[in-house]
């Protein structure tokens, strides 16, 4: 069974920061893609950042220049650092990964981040 368990979350006041932790665990052969994603009330879920097994990232536009990914793969975690916080960030934020192998997504339950203007 295969586990995504999440960190970090919050109450900050605009302008100020927190980190995001997701380790996964089970039985997971080889994880490619891992990502953050963020659903807010009355709106859809979206993608905020992604980071391949390589490192190459990619960001949702308006959080570019203010969050970073990474990951250690060594410890199949993935981290999300974000700074600068803005009232619109509030959200709960999912953990993904994507296990190449077999094609599954494995999803965290979220943890809530709220920016307090």
């Known amino acids: 069974q295969v586990q995504l368990v999440e960190s970090g979350g919050g109450l900050v006041q605009a302008g100020g920061s927190l980190r995001l932790s997701c380790v996964v665990s089970g039985s997971i052969f080889s994880i490619n893609d891992m990502g953050w994603y963020r659903q807010a009330p009355g709106k859809q879920r979206e993608l905020v950042a992604i980071i391949s097994s390589g490192g190459s990232t990619h960001y949702l536009l308006s959080v570019k220049g203010r969050f970073t990914i990474s990951r250690d793969n060594a410890k199949n975690t993935v981290y999300l650092q974000m700074d600068s916080l803005k009232a619109e960030d509030t959200a709960v934020y999912y953990c993904?990964?994507?296990?190449?192998?077999?094609?599954?997504?494995?999803w965290g339950q979220g943890t809530q981040v709220t920016v307090s203007s």
């Open positions: 993904n990964a994507f296990e190449g192998g077999t094609g599954d997504n494995y």
